[in-house]
């Protein structure tokens, strides 16, 4: 671990602000939270927030209803951190303010696609999630885990494993996840509160979402591409869409493409190893990992759609 990451939080007590990216998920705001709390008990001032509010999907991280939505900053911070956003422009401008409020930006990040953008950078590509990072990070400070922590640091590693079941988690993963158990993380909570809260009205929408799954002629890519007016905005959020086509057995790369107005579409892709679609995502200024990436790409939906399998198809045509 780098000696200035942690010097930059070992300093005397001073304003700090813990910066999310836009859309917010548990990877972001669970180490995000996380370092707040911990540096709120050692006396610092905290703000944490960002672009978007929070999902109601993860209302039960604890310190969340503290997550700010943030247009412009206030004052100025001693230190800004942000994790799990490899790419600036993902703060909507925000990084900007907080370059000139803060003279110390700390970049913790395990994207192999980071742009290295604070004062303090923090890669560690190997990590199977930031919240491994967090969680070293912490222990090397001397902070004690408390349950709120733990679960939020859990949460995040959970969520940015895919749930323990990508190529990457390795052992280290694991006595990770279990040294935050012991801290109070329940993982049978933080299962139910992710993957067990549906609305009433979910499973008719899982249907209707599903029913649009498309597969190639040779089975090896799958793609679900949603109209801006579908399915409501809070079953997205509660939901990971991308991995049904995904788990069809002779997919290799499956997408999720969803309009968002204003003739912009997000897209979000997952792979099984033998194609990066890290690669395919940077080609639409998108990031990510080898088989988990996005991007977000201008166009109508049926445009974006066929550049975004036309990039798949170029991919595993490819010589390997």
Known sequence: MPVDVVAALQRAPGRALMLGHVHPDADVLGTLLAIGEALQTRGWSVVAGGPHSPPGALSFLPGVESYQVLKSLTGGFDVVVLTDCPN?????????????????????????????????????????????????????????????????????????????????????????????????????VVSSALYERRAPDALHLLGESLARVRVSDDGRVAWLALPADAVPERFIESEELVNYPRSIGTVKVACLLRELGGDRVKVSLRGKGEVDV???????????????????????????????????????????
């Open 88 to 188: 600036p422009d993902r703060t909507e401008g925000l990084i900007d303010a907080a370059k000139r409020a803060s003279p110390t930006i700390v970049n913790i990040d395990h994207h192999p696609d980071n742009r290295r953008y604070g004062t303090v950078n923090w890669m560690d590509v190997a990590a199977a999630a930031t919240g491994e990072m967090v969680y070293r990070l912490l222990i090397a400070l001397g902070v004690t885990l408390t349950p709120s922590i733990a679960t939020n640091l859990f949460t995040a590693v959970h969520t940015d494993t895919g749930s323990f079941r990508y190529s990457n988690v390795t052992a280290e993963t694991f006595r990770i996840a279990a040294a935050l158990t012991a801290a109070g993380a329940r993982p049978e």
């Open 278 to 320: 890290n690669k395919i995502a940077a080609t639409f200024g998108g990031g990510g990992h080898a088989n988990a990436a996005g991007c977000t790409v201008s166009g109508s939906l049926d445009a974006v759609t066929r550049r975004v399998l036309d990039a798949v198809g170029a991919a595993l045509a490819a010589p390997r």
